[in-house]
């Protein structure tokens, strides 16, 4: 493999390497980190620590509503709670928290030494924990928003409710939007453009494919969210019109805006949760997935016909009965291609060797809650029974099963399923079934009356109700479930961090898993994979062949980076990536100052939009000829074999 | 008043429409716990069988299969469904009761179409309607969306402003039938509900008549000074007594408070005490609603609440 070109080294240098994607020490390095682990981390941590606050909020509901006519929170604050609780779990945790393992492991699993635009991902990292903060700390000074996390206009406007609760609410979503918009864009082009060679686009991973999916769907659905909250925010603060009734705004607007993002958000939840499932059923029945491309196209169909439900949001409305019959379908037919998926899953557990370990567990978990809400879904989606159990605790119970079933119980298997690659460690196997045995039991206790609680005509949303509505005992009996589940998260917590100091050393690959994210070492090292993987198969650790070449050619030195072709993946050029940076939370810094800012004046725009420009100058300022990331090499991949012949000299 | 009150339940229906989507919720449920029964055999079996050889193509065969009858029945239950919509949609009759039914933050303004407009009746929070009659109810509302929901007779009908919309609803039983808000409307959207009374032919028209009359005059000295103090406190500025110089219309029109059940929206039964209670401090008891404390000696309240309680 001769080259007339003079090309850099191609040696190995593994300390080198190391050093050259090496965050700064210190605290400093801490800020300016663009290392997608180490994001990755951060945005999984905060999240859960937003989940851990979601789930005080509803603890605090469900004794509110333990019996009838309580006096424990009154009406003010039970609306700030349920409206932050909601806001919470889908803004500040449920999307971050599965973009955060997107972020972790997305790179590794296409095999790359990087995520693309890593300085963007860091900063969506601290706008993300501003919006979230932000969120918080108005809770905790009573201006926590009250409309509920849908914000139904003309209740959010000033007319009906003067205070900043609904801008609080608003401005959040921007935060957290910008956020997502950003993390999808990175997760699209490291999956598109940054494959290791021979993961042609039909070899890439599920989780991948969920994750790619699911970045489309954000690109698409937020800005009509975004549109609708920043209109929100306008009529308020700058008097313009779309909302407000009394001065020729319309109502059902926000709801049209609002749902052509809020129902794509359920998938945007719950696809990347099918992904994670398809990757645990793989890892744990020891085959390579039965149907891959059926479960591709499903999750492909999913997401376009996501996009067509969002008006059974709105069957109450009094909508015409041919229209509500169209969502009618769209709705029911979402169902086929998520079938689809559960056959594929059984059939690959049928067909393989199965591996009973907790995230196995867990995700069998997934099967019956999930499969609870996908079948009730089936029900909500006919117009005349929607029209009875729409806002009610049926509603509330359906939810759940879908969100906590399709998201946090696949989550949960996650944690436990890439904890010893995040740490080096394992978790406990004994503690991992009592927290799952613990969270499951308590799940259905909580949620399953709830379905009853709707069907005797308990609407949603009310801080109490009256003794004679019969419903006392099946709220008391949810509220009795709450401690179950407690435990169990607190069970999981107390394992993370036993595991964490003292857990049993993990191997590189402890479950036998066949995609790459196994194929380095666990921790990873800085830069994800001494030797640049290649790829013969869709599990790469079960398909490659001993003596499967590996990438060389780029250099120690730098932060050199292989761009392939987005359908075959075959090498296309190199880049230099970008060093650790303070631009990216200085930038933040200054959106964070614009977004809370303008929610009091619209002065803040204009100024506001000053040092935002000069630190995303700061941010393009042109490097140095050789360190710029644009810059690039001719082609020239070559391939080795492995195992360990000092792969690098041969050239 | 008639027989015991049903509260708010959508399987125990009293209409045809509740009758309609009671029998699809039946349809679903047993057609969703036979598929859910099913999935879970097959997973169970998946996990428990005996690690034998599957041919990749039997599998493909079994899931296709699966797939084809997923397909299969969500046609059918759409189906049911659309046809479920259209029985509902509307009751097909030629004459109807028109009710207009208005929203607001947290109580329902019920009006009484006549093409007489003196003949046309304002209420509130309690819904009269003849049993085996169909009533549309044309609903809107004046501030916020609300949701009308009478679960025994019918889904929602959510009350958008800026929008006018009509429902059909039919009770086929004498009985007082529980409604209440369904759709968030703010701080008090708990205690926003609605007493649905079906009655005879008869009685409804019996009441209708009663309810055309202008409020009850004062009959004695105790009557009259309640009355007044009505009219020169804050009362008057926004409630309706149809015969005397209040119109407000930013609360519930009291011309015939007494003959009502409940107070403030299906909250409290309608007594003296709690008439009293609710007069000089309804935030105590249903915080975040509109209506001010009144500050008033407790002769001055006696003689209210007399006044009150002749306005049958």
Redesign the interface.
Known sequence: MNSERELPPVLVDEAQLERTWADEPGLAGWLTSVDHKSIGIRYIATAFVFFLGGGVLALLMRIQLARPDNAFL???LY?QIFSTHGSNMMFLFAVPILQGLGIYFVPLMVGARAIAFPRLVAYSYWLYLAGGIFLWVSFLVNVGPD??WFA?A??SETL??ASKRPDVWAQMITFTEVASLAVAVSIVTTAFKMRAPGMSLNRMPIFVWAQVVTSFMVMFAMPAVMMASTALILDRLVNTHFFD??RGG???LWQHLFWFFGHPEVYIIFIPGTGLVSTLVTTFSRRPM??YL?VVLSLVATAFIGFGLWVHHMF???LP?LG??FF??AS??I??PT??Q???W??T???G??SFKTPFVWM?GF??VF??GG??G??V????????????YFVVAHLHYVLIGGAVFPLFAAFYYWFPKITGRMLSEPLGMASFGLFFAGFNVVFFPMHVLG???M????????P???WGSLNLLATAGVVLMTFGVLVFIAAALRAWRAGVIAADNPWEAGTLEWATSSPPPNSNFVHLPTVAGRDPIWDNPPDQPVVVGLRSDKRDVLVTHVLDAEPDHRTIFPEPSQWPLLTALATTALFIGSIFTPRAVPYGAVPLFVTMTGWFWPKEAGETGTQQWPIEHRTLPRPNEEPGKAA | MTASTVLQSILDPAGPQAAYISRLWWLMLWVTTIVFVLVLGFLAAALLRRRRATSEQSLARAVVAAVGATVVILFGLLIASVWTGRAVASLGATSAVTIEIVGHQFWWEVQFDDADPSRRVTTANELHVPVGRPVVLKVTSRDVIHSFWAPNLHGKRDLIPGYTTAIWIQADRPAVYRAQCAEFCGKQHAHMALDVVAETEAQFERWLDAQRKPAAEPANESEARGRDAFMRRQCVLCHSIRGTLARGLVGPDLTHLASRGKLAAGTLPNTRGHLGGWIMNSQEIKPGNLMPPNLMTSDELQSLLTYLEILK
């Open positions: 009154g009406p003010d609306n409309v509920g139904y003309p209740l009906y409710t009734v009394e319309d109502a059902l039965f149907g059926a109450a409305t009094g009965q509500e019959s009618t379908a029911i037919m169902a086929i079938g689809a559960f056959f594929c059984i059939a557990m049928w067909s060797r199965l069998l099967f019956v499969l609870i079948l009730s089936v029900m989606a006919a117009v005349p029974l929607d029209i009875q159990v729409h806002d009610t069907l005797h005509g609407p949603r949303r009310i801080y109490t109700y009256l004679e509505t019969g």
